[in-house]
């Protein structure tokens, strides 16, 4: 479903709307001119370039709010990489640091840090914080409480039942490709939703 929404694959069903419009996305390009951005479940093979630096990273999508004339301006481009990754508080000598050499909790961040430049309104992350440590994954949240608090739409995707539990406003539980129902506040249990996940009983 996430692939689908980002335009990685064609959608089965269904439409899309935003801010009561709907849109039409048919590739990543047109999800990304509408705000929306996603952060994939393996950081490594499609949310970066690990050869690349952070610098190089972060700037990826975003090289025409640097150019002009098709020619990058490398002062511009190095303040806003620095501080985006300061504001995420991404741990490295440098933003000329190969991400290759990052904890996996500073990968995230680079991740994080590509599409902040952007200002997106909708934010998807498939299993954020998979194969991060404690520490780091209580940075991941407080990151994605504070974009949720400015206004930006979190869509998490998990499979780790605390994180659901302790992170999530809403859970929409999905069996086989259906949503089979929304949870939210006191109604919002580990029973509720394992429930719901196992779909519907004969």
């Avoid at 499609?46 to 002009?68: H, M, Q, T």
């Avoid at 990058?72 to 741990?91: F, I, P, T």
């Avoid at 780091?136 to 949720?148: C, D, F, N, Q």
């Avoid at 499979?159 to 109604?187: F, K, N, P, W, Y």
Wanted: a neutral charge; glycine letters at 10%; proline letters at 5%.
């Amino acid at each position: 479903m996430a692939r689908a929404i980002f335009g990685v694959e064609p959608p089965i069903a269904g439409t899309l709307s935003l801010d009561a419009r709907p849109l039409r996305i048919r590739a990543p390009e047109d999800a990304i001119r509408g705000g929306i951005f996603l952060v994939p479940e393996d950081r490594r093979l499609a949310g970066l370039v690990v050869d690349f630096s952070i610098r190089e990273n972060v700037s990826l999508p975003a090289l025409g709010k640097y150019s002009r004339y098709g020619l990058v301006s490398e002062a511009q481009e190095r303040q806003a990489v620095a501080a985006v990754c300061g504001q995420l508080q991404v741990k490295a000598p440098s933003i000329e640091t190969s991400a290759s050499t990052l904890s996996g909790g500073n990968q995230q961040k680079v991740v994080l840090a590509k599409w902040l430049s952007l200002g997106p309104k909708v934010l998807i992350v498939d299993e954020p914080t998979r194969g991060i440590d404690v520490g780091a994954k209580a940075e991941i949240y407080r990151l994605l409480r504070g974009l949720a608090s400015a206004g930006v739409a979190i869509l998490m995707i998990s499979s780790d039942m605390e994180e659901i539990l302790h992170v999530s406003d809403r859970v929409a539980v999905m069996h086989e490709g259906r949503i089979t129902g929304i949870v939210q506040g006191v109604a919002c249990t580990e029973q509720a939703i394992m429930t719901l996940a196992v779909g519907p009983q004969p």
